[in-house]
T-cell receptor, first 111, second 115 residues
């Protein structure tokens, strides 16, 4: 079972920032927060991950609260191509651990 | 160049048949996975192999048999196909250990339809 809770859907205007929340109140100290997205009919795509510090890459920013019980994925300037289901996943290190996908958040970017 | 490729992209077959889906990755990764995404869009892991060794085996019917001839390939063979096997199957790969082991690269998927 997924260890995270996300809103089922969100809308965002094109060009504006999309802020996608995720609750992971039972996260343990050695578990990372990962974000993936799945654009319609495609394979999931890795976006970003973090442990406790905020992270930024060319796709997005990840803000993790100090208590690590929640996080927010930020797409700074959403485009129509960012319309997808976004998954927040909590997982420890090690290849024997599974990525458990929940229901995710369906983000719709509107023109 | 495609990092993780799957063939075929679409597969339509009759109940009771045996079919295989092939997966190849050119990323030099040690670990490969098979996921199933059903009609309700839930994505669940089925198997994980590391250097041809099975490391994750979820509760999957033994009609499903993964085969890894080398670390760049992980094929999925399905015997006696059933209607409930209809789904999209995704292959993925990653490094073996560390936080980056969760950075998995997914293939484009194979849509299996059992009639």
């Amino acid at each position: 079972d997924a260890k995270t809770t996300q809103p089922p859907s969100m809308d965002c205007a094109e060009g504006r920032a999309a802020n996608l929340p995720c609750n992971h109140s039972t996260i343990s100290g050695n578990e990372y927060v990962y974000w993936y997205r799945q654009i319609h009919s495609q394979g999931p795509q890795y976006i970003i991950h973090g442990l406790k510090n905020n992270e930024t890459n060319e796709m997005a920013s990840l803000i993790i609260t100090e208590d690590r019980k929640s996080s927010t994925l930020i797409l700074p300037h959403a485009t129509l191509r960012d319309t997808a289901v976004y998954y927040c996943i909590v997982r420890g290190e090690g290849g024997s651990e599974k990525l458990v996908f929940g229901k995710g958040t369906k983000l719709t970017v509107n023109p | 160049d495609t990092a993780v490729s799957q063939t075929p992209k679409y597969l339509v077959t009759q109940m009771g048949n045996d079919k295989s889906i092939k997966c190849e990755q050119n990323l030099g990764h040690d670990t490969m996975y098979w996921y199933k995404q059903d009609s309700k869009k839930f994505l669940k892991i089925m198997f994980s192999y590391n250097n041809k060794e099975l490391i994750i085996n979820e509760t999957v019917p033994n009609r499903f048999s993964p085969k890894s001839p080398d670390k760049a390939h992980l094929n999925l063979h399905i015997n006696s196909l059933e209607l409930g096997d209809s789904a999209v199957y995704f292959c993925a790969s990653s490094r073996r250990t560390g936080a980056l082991s969760s950075r998995q690269f997914f293939g484009p998927g194979t849509r299996l339809t059992v009639l």
